[in-house]
């Protein structure tokens, strides 16, 4: 007997086992299918690594209680949202962590130290909500919190505060004059 031929139409690290949630998978399969996509032209390396991160969140999080705890499923139209947004994030930051929250909604997080972090939710619609530590003024922890509209585009307080936390954490990233 001889083993047949395994043929990879996508690099082994990006398979994902299928399975069946009850409805048509297709919706789920066309923005697996359109990361995967996304992550071979992604525009960096640490795009490509939160890229890479999503689609693991999507295979593993795309059922109702994939927490054991009845966490409501990452749908298609947040990972949508996540890849938009990572996508219109200037490519000198580095990588976010990619993580999924038991409201259906996906945090991207920046986490250096205690001092240095911003967690941004995004779901389905509707402004990003955010809130992190970006390091301190005069001994006290520079905490900023609240929510910024997204459509395409992140800009505002929110950006702002995304180069500050790498800035003030010591990562070096390239501004765009404006």
């Known amino acids: 007997m001889t083993a047949p031929l395994l043929s990879w139409t996508t690099p082994?690290?990006?398979?994902?086992?299928t399975?069946?949630?009850?409805?048509?998978d297709e919706p789920l399969r066309r923005v697996l299918c359109e990361t995967k996509r996304e992550l071979h032209s992604a525009?960096?390396?640490?795009?490509?690594?939160?890229?890479?991160?999503?689609?693991?969140?999507?295979?593993?999080c795309c059922r109702s209680g994939w927490d054991g705890?009845?966490?409501?499923?990452?749908?298609?139209?947040?990972?949508?949202?996540?890849?938009?947004?990572?996508n219109a994030l200037p490519a000198s930051l580095t990588s976010?962590?990619?993580?999924?929250?038991?409201d259906g909604e996906i945090a991207v997080d920046w986490d250096f130290d205690s001092k240095h972090q911003l967690s941004i939710s995004i779901g389905e619609s509707g402004p990003l909500h955010f809130a992190g530590v970006i390091g301190e003024d005069y001994g006290q922890p520079r905490v900023r919190h609240g929510t910024e509209p997204f459509e395409?585009?992140?800009?505002?307080?929110?950006?702002?505060y995304v180069h500050d936390l790498?800035?003030?954490?010591?990562?070096?990233?390239?501004?765009?004059?404006?």
């Open 19 to 24: 399975f069946s949630t009850g409805r048509s």
């Open 12 to 17: 082994p690290a990006l398979y994902a086992p």
């Open 43 to 60: 525009a960096s390396s640490a795009q490509s690594l939160a890229l890479t991160s999503l689609a693991r969140v999507m295979d593993e």
């Open 166 to 178: 790498h800035e003030r954490a010591g990562i070096t990233t390239r501004r765009r004059a404006a």
């Open 152 to 160: 395409g585009v992140v800009g505002g307080d929110l950006l702002r």
């Open 69 to 86: 705890y009845g966490a409501r499923a990452i749908s298609g139209a947040v990972v949508a949202r996540t890849i938009a947004f990572l």
């Open 96 to 102: 976010p962590e990619i993580i999924p929250e038991p």
